[in-house]
């Protein structure tokens, strides 16, 4: 009976165990929402789901605002670099790269010096275990 009952109360303590939340562990996943606004223009959406598009006139400066959002994983032993390519001869983005750890936000600018019509920018984003991934935005320039 004895053995019984401290099956028992073990047993019993034993399901009424819980885990102490631990902190997320692994390579984060994160999300890139990007902010742009000018005078007449604004657009807003995460560039890792889908590209955007970001409307602005000929010879002019437009600002992004690019939050990096964590939304899974530990951040801490993982750095980012942030950086754009494939700039057409006459557009140019400062900075044009960013170091940083997730849940990072900051605003980029862009000039379009360059004639109308569409040029696609890639945003890449470099981590050592996630390797490069590239979102494209759609830069329209108008007069």
Same mark, same amino acid.
């Given at each position: 009976m004895k053995i019984l009952l401290?099956?028992?109360?073990t047993? &019993?303590?034993?399901?009424?165990?819980r885990a102490a939340k631990l902190p997320a562990t692994g390579t984060p996943t994160y999300d890139i929402v990007a902010t742009s606004y000018s005078s007449y223009y604004? %657009?807003?959406?995460?560039? %890792?789901?889908?590209? +955007? %598009? %970001?409307?602005?006139?000929? @010879?002019?400066?437009l600002s992004i605002n690019l939050v990096f959002s964590l939304l899974s994983g530990?951040?801490? @032993?993982?750095? &980012?670099? &942030?950086?754009?390519?494939?700039?057409?001869?006459? +557009?140019?983005? @400062?900075?044009?790269s960013l170091s940083f750890l997730l849940n990072y936000?900051?605003? +980029?600018?862009l000039l379009a010096n360059t004639d109308t019509g569409?040029?696609?920018?890639?945003f890449k984003m470099y981590n050592s275990d996630l390797g490069i991934r590239i979102y494209?935005?759609?830069?329209?320039? +108008?007069q």
């Open positions: 401290t099956f028992l109360l047993l &019993f303590c034993c399901s009424c165990y604004g %657009v807003q959406g995460s560039i %890792v789901n889908n590209p +955007i %598009v %970001v409307t602005t006139h000929q @010879n002019n400066a530990n951040p801490t @032993n993982y750095p &980012f670099t &942030f950086y754009a390519d494939s700039l057409s001869p006459g +557009i140019t983005i @400062n900075p044009d936000s900051n605003q +980029i600018s569409y040029q696609t920018i890639n494209p935005i759609q830069l329209h320039i +108008i």
